[in-house]
């Protein structure tokens, strides 16, 4: 079968009328897991899973894509309008579309965001296409050390994320790494640092994390100052973006785009990684690097691209090699197995429908996203409208809920609650948490890849410069690290809440 | 001495901790790393880079930074009350229920951070309280506490 008629098939089967209400009902459902801060994809996904081994295989697949990319679509929208990142790929678009809501610009920041995504999203199915294949046997040939020297680098993107002095970045991600040490040792088995808390054994998770370190301690600054002034601006200035806006995206929603897709491939947090990456990428070379973190609409639109994008370059090592790239990838491997399908090189041969079908299906709910999220963004600017003293409960208690739900665990809650204090202390001393996010997220695997290469090579650490592709990596990671302590360059830097 | 310099001293603290944590599993060999060594390691750098920061903030102190109260000016009883009802809210969940918990939670918050009208308090949290239960407890399916009463 060639390409066109494969993908022919593949349109034909997204618009029956079963697999369509599918595609509907799974973009539905991860918009509203990825508004939802706490309620992630990985859970909806779990939830919904045994409702879909009575369904064809097409239409199980579909509807459990739907939620993903649904909830990478979702996830910005508490970003932008409370601080409360809905997912861990959403931490970064609260730096400046947070700020931005606060100034009124809210409704262009969701707009933005979700044109973003739509761009993104579709591009990187286009890619998934007609590249893919190609790319899967490239990600064949990442070792333990070529991933250290790739979390390596995504570590140096943060010395670009964080405003204020360099050592503050640097500790914060020490920091992150640490607690992504806490809990069982995965070669070893020996539980670290857990007190004897079950719940520990899995590790702190990161939800609870980033509620409290973002969502928390964003409330608790706010009662604190006199709540006559308003929290958002009482006008809201537009709700579409204008023309001055569109022109200041294009660039980032494009590259944005590229480096999701890219990076998303790669076995781990594609879409966090990449989220984070587009940030500093863009304000590497913005005119105006100091106004990040103060509400520039390029702060939204790379990183809210470039995770949209990862979703699409995450499912090329899944169904043309069968490897999952992260959690969510991993529950619909478990989906196809469980149809009797199995993932991997063979899969576009032998099940056409399972791949082209998918495929298809998210150009579709692409479309449905766009449509469904598009007429609520007048409704989510709304939401500022609520006085501030009647909207922090609520805020609080989506917190709460979001914290409880992740495992139906207090413990969940009581780290989220402890994380609001550091935060509050994080931001009353100047440092700032996005760095400690991301170590967090790459912390294990950065550790798996470290203690694998040393065991690989005998323990001698030049095994990361003698692989060409980790020393180029790490040569980049190297240059990217040098850049601050040219003085031009350190001068550009702004300080904290600059 | 300085908000930084304060800092940064604690964070030694912190680092020189976690090094001594990490002590009590194995650290290894650069060939056999065990399962301290990660966080040995992060512990070293924690220490490292408030050594510099604290440095840094030493320099600026030289310069004339002072501590600067990040207490003055704001009613920080409000944001003390919020993170005690949070851990509150927290260790009254499971014993007397989602439902419960949840009416007094908002309730308290509505009428002692910014006081409302006791109208808006009883039924701003009983509306939220329903509305926030339907949601995840009857659609999402979250499994919320159920506490003595049973919902």
Known sequence: MDFFNSAIMGFQLAFQPINFMFCFIGVLIGTLVGVLPGLGPVAAMSLLLPVTFNVAPVSAIIVLSGIYYGAMYGGSTTSILVNIPGEAASVITCLDGYQMARQGRAGPALWIAAFGSFIAGTLSIVGLMFIGPFLAAGALRFGPPEYFAIMILGMTVLTFLASGPMWKALLMAAFGLFLSTIGMDNVSGIARLSFNIEELLDGIGLVPVVMGLFGISEVMLNVESSMDRSIFATKIKNILPNLKDWKASWGPIIRGTFLGFFLGILPGAGAVISSFASYAVEKKISKHPEKFGTGVIEGVAGPESANNAATGGAFIPLLSLGIPSNAVTALLLGALIIHGIQPGPLLIKEHPDIFWGTVASMYLGNILLLVLNLPLIGLWVKVLKVPYPVLFPLILLFCLIGAYSLNNSITDVTIMNIFGLIGYFFRKFRYEAAPLVLALVLGPMMENSLRQSLLLSDGNPLIFLNRPISSVILIIAFLLLAFPLIPWFNKKRPAFGE | ?151
């Open chain 2, 1 to 151: 001495m300085n908000n930084d310099q304060v800092s940064s001293g604690i964070w030694v603290f912190i680092g020189v901790a976690i090094c001594l944590a990490s002590l009590q599993y194995r650290i290894g060999t650069l060939s056999s790393p065990g399962s301290g060594f990660m966080p040995f390691l992060s512990g070293l750098a924690i220490g490292f880079f408030s050594i510099i920061g604290f440095i840094h903030a030493t320099i600026r102190k030289n310069r004339g930074e002072v501590w600067d109260s990040f207490l003055k000016a704001v009613r920080w009883e409000k944001a003390l009350i919020i993170i005690i009802s949070l851990f509150a809210y927290g260790l009254l969940l499971g014993p007397i229920g989602f439902f419960l918990c949840t009416l007094l939670f908002i309730g308290f918050l509505l009428r002692v951070i910014v006081p409302q009208r006791w109208l808006l308090v009883i039924g701003g949290s009983l509306l939220i309280t329903v509305a926030s239960y339907v949601v995840f407890e009857v659609l999402l399916k979250a499994q919320l506490p159920k506490g003595f009463l049973g919902f």
